[in-house]
């Protein structure tokens, strides 16, 4: 996926929902800080952005962009790519995230106000759901360095999870940064 694609599917989602101010909380958040021809490629190979919107306690939002533009829509079966619609708890994240949000702002995303997760964050939160495509995902950013181990590392302190977790995550961390 690259920002043209990602702010076609911000768009779609504004329109559907009603909501302009959207949160990118999957892998294609590294977008707003990265342009797809500076990532390595297995950093955009979703065709797949994961979308909540902040007010939408009950999911009804998202639940509409899921069945508009969603896997398997119309929408995807258009243009190869989709926005699925997830709730803002979807992805467990660092303390403070809100905090370090990327405007993702492209002119030809309005109406949409789209928000990203910071890389760190996005990585760390990549680690803790531990799916192989999560992981190939991180030690990507990590060997191209668009994330270092340092940071992603204090980042995981802030995670607000079981120990067991959070060791888990620094395990993967020193296994796919063992220098």
């Known amino acids: 996926m690259n920002r043209t694609e990602l702010a076609h599917i911000l768009r779609a989602a504004a329109d559907i929902a009603g909501d302009g101010r959207i949160l990118v909380i999957g892998s294609q958040s590294i977008l707003a ?5 500076e990532l390595p490629e297995a950093a ?3 065709v797949e952005a994961d979308i909540a919107f902040f007010d939408d306690a009950y999911n009804t939002k998202s639940d509409r962009v899921d069945g508009a533009i969603g896997e398997d829509s ?7 790519y989709y926005g699925q619609g997830v709730s803002v708890s979807t992805a467990t994240l660092p303390a403070g995230w809100e905090d370090r949000l990327v405007d993702f702002a492209p002119v030809d995303s309005e ?5 990203c997760l910071d890389p760190v964050d996005l990585v760390v939160a990549k680690l803790v759901a531990g799916r192989e495509k999560d992981l190939s995902f991180a030690e990507s950013l ?3 360095g668009h994330v270092s181990a340092a940071e992603l590392r204090e980042r995981t302190q802030l995670l607000r999870v079981v120990g067991g977790i959070q060791r888990r995550v620094l395990s993967s961390i020193d296994r796919l940064d063992p220098g």
């Open 33 to 37: 800080t990265y342009p797809a021809d």
């Open 44 to 46: 955009t190979l979703s």
């Open 74 to 80: 119309l929408f995807h079966q258009t243009f190869g």
């Open 111 to 115: 109406p949409a106000e789209g928000v």
């Open 142 to 144: 990590l060997a191209s």
